[in-house]
């Protein structure tokens, strides 16, 4: 096992970590920016170690930055959380190069999983289904015809995109000449690759996403699935596990395919195969987040197992020590994403408590949000033995939740939960569109 990990993140999710090494017995390295010296993590952490200006690209999306102070401080492995360079083909590489553990798949299973062509063309010859589509798109001619064959509503996608950006839909042919043009524009200014293609909308949809370890001696066991239906521009914002849409049949359909493509793709360590799934509970693959997710603490309330502490048994070689059948689905439990919706200071927190009940952030009362980063503020996680218990925990929960002094979204969240389509559980990714 690891005595020492650096944990290459900022926030709730690197405290996060912190606090699962800290039960380990591993010793943690934070890495920080100057905007950050102030935080949480940053204090937290046994030894931190300032890598660069604000600015991301200077600190948290540099690769070499990083991996230096994992050399200097004598770190046996990193952590690289979610978003960031979590999906950095370059820093698994340079860990690989300097002997490091990267605590999450292999380099090349990020880069195949990172090119969204790739990925459908290796899930289509796994058997696993797909949306139907068309191969990478030359220029706006061939993304014309493409659209013809296929037909109307449709998707346009980036091939290297990533967190809602570089997507469009396209209701019909005179929106897809702006579709295509600003889609590729935005995945050339995120991902430095314009590339598109096309796949039929599924409409209305749910975003199901199934939970998996897979550790290196090619155990791969699913976690049941998380609905993470309810986003604004492809951006989550409220996940609950168990789908109240999956019955144990289509359960067990959505983790024979899960491990199908995890088998494909030689998957080692925490990941994630997301479908949507139409009204007859027909699902089709939508990629592979090959890292710990955001929403990875509803899978935890309802299996009891932490993904965290996995993650970083699987890097250290150790075997997963239970099967399939020894999951089981305790509850339902819910989160909602509380965000900032500006700058701000935290002038007063007061976070909830009482049993089953967990708020995952890194705000203090005082704390500045800075504006060079994600505008999570934090994470209200409940879990209960019923959906219907769970919403009214939440809805109290969300309710006792107090933020002053930076704009947030609680009353929306409390609107959400309140949403008689939402208690029926009857809602899908057109949710808030539907709200308007």
């Not at 943690?28 to 890598?51: F, G, K, N, W």
């Not at 090619?218 to 951006?235: F, T």
Request: charged content about 25%; glycine content about 8%; some cysteine.
């Amino acid at each position: 096992m690891f005595t020492k990990i650096l944990v290459a993140n900022r926030g709730e999710i690197a405290i996060r970590i912190i606090r699962s090494c800290k039960e380990m017995g591993i010793a943690t390295v934070s890495v920080y920016s100057e905007a950050d010296c102030d935080c949480l993590h940053v204090a937290l952490a046994d030894e931190s170690i300032c890598i660069g200006s604000a600015a991301p690209s200077d600190s948290y999306l540099n690769a070499q930055r990083i991996m230096s102070a994992a050399l200097a401080t004598g770190a046996e492995a990193i952590h690289p959380g979610y978003g960031f360079l979590s999906e950095s083909v370059q820093l698994a590489d340079l860990c690989e190069e300097h002997g490091i553990a990267f605590i999450g798949p292999p380099s090349d299973v990020i880069s195949k999983m990172g090119d969204k062509d790739v990925a459908k063309r290796m899930m289509e010859a796994a058997g696993v289904p797909i949306i139907p589509g068309s191969g990478i798109l030359d220029d706006f001619e061939s993304a014309k015809k493409a659209a013809e064959e296929i037909g109307y509503p449709l998707m346009i996608k980036a091939r290297a995109g990533g967190g809602g950006r570089g997507i469009r839909p396209i209701n019909a042919p005179e929106e897809l000449e702006n579709a295509y043009y600003t889609a590729s524009h935005e995945a050339r200014e995120a991902f430095g690759d314009g590339t598109l293609y096309l796949e039929k909308r599924i409409y209305p949809a749910k975003h199901i996403e199934v939970q998996l370890l897979a550790d290196e001696y090619g155990k791969i066991i699913c976690l049941a699935e998380r609905e993470c239906s309810i986003q604004r521009n492809n951006q989550k914002l409220l996940e609950e596990s168990p789908s109240p849409a999956v019955d144990d049949e289509l359960r067990d359909k959505l983790t024979i395919a899960s491990i199908k493509a995890a088998q494909a793709v030689g998957y080692v360590n925490a990941g994630t195969v997301e479908f949507l799934m139409d009204q007859n509970g027909d699902f089709y693959f939508m990629e592979m987040n090959v890292r710990l997710q955001v929403e990875h603490a509803v899978t935890e309330q309802v299996t009891g197992i932490d993904l965290v502490k996995w993650q970083i048994r699987i890097a250290a070689g150790v075997p997963l020590d239970f099967y399939q059948d020894d999951v089981e689905i305790m509850g339902c439990s819910i989160e909602c994403r509380i965000n900032a919706s500006n700058v701000g200071t935290v002038e007063f927190l007061h976070i909830p408590g009482g049993p089953r009940v967990r708020f995952d952030s890194a705000m203090w009362t005082g704390y500045t949000v800075p504006p060079y980063y994600d505008s999570l503020l934090g994470k209200l996680i409940v879990h209960a033995a019923t959906r219907e218990e769970a919403i009214r925990k939440m809805h109290a929960a969300l309710c006792e939740l107090v933020i002053e002094g930076v704009p947030n979204n609680i009353d929306e969240q409390i609107d959400f939960i309140s949403d008689e389509r939402f208690q029926n559980g009857d809602y899908y990714t057109d949710f808030l569109a539907l709200r308007s």
